[in-house]
């Protein structure tokens, strides 16, 4: 079972970068993915998810300016994240929630630096 992240980097503030996730090794259902992020000396916080159906949720720091897509055959995760501002950087973990029998399990990516600079 694998979540491999990619896609971090060093950008000046109102430029984009794009992160890219691909799960693989899955046994059962992959029914939602999307990212988390955890800035120095903060919780980790849900900034995008995606179902297999298509429905997304975006927290309000980054509604407007961040967009993510899925690819179901593939079990892939993007995140275009545009306008960006120092606030959002963050070490950004993709995640995976898998159906097993019973009960929903969330698998965790390696995270992937983004550095905004002002």
């Known amino acids: 079972v694998q979540l491999q992240a990619f896609g971090g980097g060093l950008v000046q503030a109102g430029g984009s970068l794009r992160l890219s996730c691909a799960a693989s090794g899955f046994m059962f259902s992959v029914v939602n993915m999307g990212w988390y992020r955890q800035a120095p000396g903060k919780e980790r916080e849900l900034v995008a998810e995606i179902t297999s159906g298509g429905s997304v949720y975006y927290s309000e720091a980054v509604k407007g300016r961040f967009a993510t897509s899925r690819d179901n055959g593939e079990d892939t995760v993007t995140l275009q994240m545009n306008s960006l501002e120092p606030d959002d950087t963050a070490v950004y973990y993709c995640?995976?929630?898998?159906?097993?029998?019973?009960?929903?399990?969330?698998?965790w990516g390696n995270g992937t630096q983004v550095t905004v600079s002002s």
């Open positions: 995640h995976a929630r898998v159906r097993h029998p019973g009960r929903i399990i969330t698998y």
